[in-house]
């Protein structure tokens, strides 16, 4: 109560922050009538000044007025479009690192070039992130008018570039591209084997279209690069044949966590079919040997209860690809881990792609934070403020619109059953259609969407086919005669290819569209329909500019007309005042366009979001959600009281209740979800960070090694660790030599060095400490090495020790990555035993950390000493397409494998097995030649 009367007094903290801005705002538009009498030549010239006033010690704030001024000049001459106040306030708090939010229609596509121009200035690139490719193209091209009309340059990122293209791009001084792209380039950046083949920059300043899309909801999964594991479709298969023969009891399912777990005798029975099937390793399915196979039917289990066939994926030609809850759209290229998408694969009995080992990955969070500045824009992300904040240190500015939202959000209307929820909203299109008004209707999955566009097809009304160019015709046809065409479009991941022109043309009169989730669109849906975008289609073909103008203006005349019905669209309703209806008072319910929310989601920005499509730039607009006890969210938080209650009340069939209570009651639900959402992202993030902390080590000493001509240093200092720690574990500091293990420090020296030292004579010397015996193996290992070089030149040593430090360092991060996932997946476990697992965690991962170095110094010595250079005359041929090629998941340039191989193999009969240095090259996956029957990897070439 006192923190209302507050702020409507002295306003609120954000509304303050907003004023503080207006003084700049004044500034910049003093320059107006200035700047509009210079010729394009001299305002072009204002760029060459300020990164002069930059060099000269200014500061980007110093320069921000003049800058802000310029860039809407720019955008006045070349896209027609003059900034607003409030869109320049929008400018100042992405400049400032913070998230501005506005409204859809708001234009906060212009908004971003005041911040991007100006920190372009500096030299250093900037990047615009987008959701998806199309974005990213139309953006770079449409705002790259402007940059360019400056002199600066604009590049572009999208999926299928080779490395010179997108190097280029990044050279750039403005860089649009999608989130995947960006996080993917550093990732493979930090595969390379030389500087110049990276395509990144330094990170200095991002903006983020969609923020809460990107930083929040995709956050949620890591970026990956992998490569395949051992082909094991058939047993995906086999254990996918056996879920459907359980029952319902044999397992639970927890949907609020979306877990599923076999019960006792659903245990038993899986654990019989598995032994009838000779599956089974042991007396019983939890016995060590079957951890894999306990692991697949998990899988299997969650893949038949947990995921939803076009809800949560969809399969088209042969492949299972996963659907973004939060947009709708498909995410070609994304496949789930652990075997999950092997497993659904197997479900629908689809191809099944190999599993895929980890060789690179990282977190959007952790990816963005590394910017120097990050800055973000969307129409919904308030209700996030504490994770962004938390997380990415980003404060949350709401702008004011320009124009005051003029759209009537109505009460949720609840009905008992789903069928009497469609119902509803059939008769409310209806009621829409009949009065022309465009109605938007939203779904929460591609099965919603189809159930609804299969009522409307009951009810007599078609489905628009995008597909035909003329597929709208009769749709503009029926506005221009006042009647409605009973047309509808469906836009959901299915049609995703024609999701703009869907879009644009959802304001028209009588048009109905029914969409998955509107997050990120990027395109207007403008009462009327759009006049750009039927410009662009209805003229395509028109080659006579006479006849092109004429079509134009009569399109231009459609729109315009079109827009004024729409706007007439209202609805006038009588409303009892009293009992009996002896009393009613008549209110006018707005036009404009119409949205409907078929249920809530989890998430209120999703709500807000298609909320949001309604109400542009003080349009006029409607929204209503009708809701039912059968919506996941009303039945998973507790429907079954209420349902039970609103019986007892005597709810009827097709009756609804509404009241503002229940809206109130519905937002905290879904408070409470975003609430648990956070802090599972929080913890995964906190997990995560130990990962990044050592990524980070790791991908910088790359670098440095790939900046350096010479790594010999470096080589020789593992080298010298090596012998050190091989000696002092058998020759420790202050033993009596009786007590030193010269037999295992001899065998040691010959399996990884590859020298035959005679350490046990020399411990028969009188006097000698362990340091002699110390600088005694240094002196022979660094001869070893010196003759090396003599041998070949010191180029191609130091070429070699370059190859292998790289390529040995990147093995064992990819077997480290596979390790800490494990970690992760088990360390939960130490819970049981009043042990925090996040700092369990972190303990292990050091240890396994600090073990990988060891291995790194004991892998590359190994290799160095065993090396043998192969002449270019004596190397087999390889095909001309082989020899240069660089292979993108592992990183390896093959063409400098085939010029450094190992000692050569060895025929087994030669080989003593109590003799390394009779064992030439061994295979990694050939038994050991010592004879202990472990594959040689697992043993004797456990470390080589």
């Known amino acids: 109560m006192i923190g209302a009367l507050a702020r409507k007094l002295f306003g609120s903290a954000n509304d303050r922050r907003i004023k ?48 802000f001024a310029t860039v809407r000049e720019a955008a006045k001459r070349t896209l027609g479009q003059r900034h607003f106040d409030v869109q320049l306030i929008g400018g100042m708090v992405l400049h400032e690192g913070d998230i501005a939010e506005m409204k859809t229609g708001e234009g906060k596509t212009l908004v971003a070039t005041l911040a991007v121009y100006l920190n372009a200035l500096a030299g250093k690139g900037v990047h615009v992130v987008t959701v998806n490719d199309y974005l990213a193209r139309r953006d770079a091209e449409w705002m790259g008018q402007i940059y360019s009309f400056l002199g600066l340059t ?18 750039c001084d403005i860089t649009y591209g999608t989130n995947n792209e960006y996080g993917f380039d550093y990732l493979r950046d930090n595969m390379k084997y030389r500087l110049e083949d990276m395509v990144q920059r330094p990170h200095y300043f991002a903006i983020v279209d969609e923020v809460d899309s990107i930083l929040i909801d995709e956050a949620r999964t890591p970026l990956i690069i992998s490569g395949p594991l051992d082909d094991r479709s058939e047993f995906y298969n086999t254990i ?13 399912v927890d949907e609020k966590q979306r877990t599923v777990t076999l019960t006792e005798a659903g245990m038993e029975k899986m654990e019989q079919m598995i032994r009838d099937a000779d599956l089974l390793k042991g007396d019983s399915l939890y016995d060590i040997e079957n951890v894999s196979t306990v692991h697949h039917i998990n899988q299997a289990l969650r893949a038949h209860t947990l995921f939803t066939r076009d809800k949560d994926y969809i399969v088209r030609d042969g492949e299972v690809i996963i659907i973004d809850e939060f947009t709708g759209r498909m995410m070609p290229g994304r496949r789930y881990s652990e075997g999950l998408h092997q497993a659904l694969e197997a479900k629908e009995h689809q191809p099944i792609q190999p599993e895929n080992q980890t060789l690179a990955s990282i977190t959007f969070q952790n990816y963005f934070r590394m910017y120097e500045k990050l800055a973000g824009m969307t129409g919904t992300a308030a209700t996030e403020a504490d994770e962004f904040f938390d997380i990415y240190k980003l404060e949350v500015r709401e702008i004011p619109t320009n124009v005051s939202v003029a759209r009537l959000d109505e009460d949720d209307e609840v009905y008992r ?34 159930t609804l566009a299969e009522y409307l097809k009951k009810n007599g009304y078609k489905q628009i086919d995008f597909g035909n160019p003329k597929a709208l015709e009769k749709l503009y046809a029926a506005a221009r005669t006042g009647k409605p065409a009973k047309l509808f479009a469906v836009l959901n991941a299915r049609f995703h290819e024609q999701e703009a022109y869907i879009v644009a043309e959802a304001g028209v009169p009588g048009a109905i569209t029914i969409a998955t989730n509107m997050a990120g669109r990027g395109t207007d849906i403008k009462l009327g329909g759009s006049l750009e975008m039927r410009i662009a289609q209805e003229t395509a073909g028109i080659e006579d500019e006479a006849e092109k103008q004429k079509r134009i203006e009569q399109i231009k005349s459609d729109v315009e007309r079109f827009r004024e019905i729409v706007l007439k669209a209202e609805e006038t309703v009588e409303i009892e005042l009293a009992k009996g209806g002896k009393s009613a008072k008549t209110i006018t319910k707005p036009g404009g366009l119409y949205i409907i929310g078929s249920e809530r989601h989890e998430s ?21 959600f009708f809701l039912s006890l059968e919506d996941d969210l009303m039945r998973i938080f507790g429907s079954d009281r209420l349902d039970t209650m609103l019986q007892r009340l005597g709810l009827k069939d097709g009756e609804a209740i509404i009241h503002p209570w229940i809206n109130k009651a519905l937002e905290k639900a879904q408070q409470k979800v975003e609430a648990r959402n956070f802090d599972i992202r929080k913890n995964l993030l906190k997990f995560d960070n130990v990962q990044n902390d050592q990524r980070k080590v ?18 020789a200092d593992m080298r010298h660790a090596l012998v050190d720690d091989l000696v002092s574990k058998h020759v420790p500091e202050g033993v009596y030599p009786e007590q030193w ?16 030292l005679p350490v046990d004579e020399w411990a028969k010397e009188e006097g000698i400490a362990d340091e002699e015996i110390m600088q005694r193996v240094e002196k022979r290992v660094d001869e070893h090495m010196a003759a090396k070089v003599a041998q070949w030149g010191p180029d191609v040593i130091r070429y070699v020790e370059k190859t292998l430090l790289l390529q040995t360092l990147d093995h064992l991060w990819r077997e480290h990555l596979v390790m800490l996932d494990h970690l992760r997946q088990v360390i939960g476990l130490r819970g049981y035993g009043q042990r925090d697992p996040l700092n369990e965690y972190k303990a292990e991962a050091f240890n396994l950390f600090e073990t990988m170095v060891a291995h790194l110094r004991e892998a590359v010595t190994a290799q160095l000493m065993r090396v043998e250079i192969v002449p270019p005359e004596q190397q087999p ?17 093959e063409m400098s494998l085939a010029q450094v191989a190992m000692s050569p193999p060895t025929a087994p009969a030669d080989r003593d097995p109590n003799n390394p240095a009779t064992w030439g090259k061994v295979g990694r996956n050939e038994n050991c030649p010592c004879g202990s029957g472990k594959k040689f990897k697992h043993c004797h070439g456990r470390f080589a």
């Open 741 to 756: 293990d010269v037999v295992g420090l001899k065998e040691e020296l010959n399996r990884v060095l590859a020298l035959d």
């Open 417 to 450: 059953t789903a069928n009497e929820k469609y119902a509803a909203i059939l008769a409310e299109i209806e009621r829409a259609n009949a009065r022309l008004q465009p109605v938007l209707v939203g779904t929460a999955s591609i099965e919603k969407s189809e």
């Open 240 to 252: 996918d044949g056996y879920i459907p023969q359980l029952t319902k009891g044999d397992y639970e």
């Open 877 to 893: 041929e390889l095909p001309e397409m082989e020899a240069h090629k660089f292979n993108p998941n592992t990183g390896e340039d």
């Open 604 to 624: 209120r920005r999703i709500d807000n979001q298609l909320r949001g499509r309604s109400g542009r730039q003080g349009d006029p607009g409607r929204s209503k």
């Open 20 to 67: 503080s801005y207006q003084p700049r705002v004044n500034a910049i538009n003093a320059l107006e009538s200035e700047l509009e009498k210079l010729t394009d030549e001299q305002l072009r010239a204002r760029t060459d000044e300020f990164k002069q006033q930059l060099e000269q010690g200014k500061s980007l704030d110093d320069i921000l007025a003049p800058a």
């Open 698 to 715: 790791i991908f910088d000493q790359r670098i440095d090694l790939m900046r350096d001509e010479d790594v010999a240093e470096t080589v």
């Open 154 to 171: 604009t590049g572009v990122i999208v999926h299928g570039l080779d490395d010179a293209e997108r190097k280029t791009a990044y050279t």
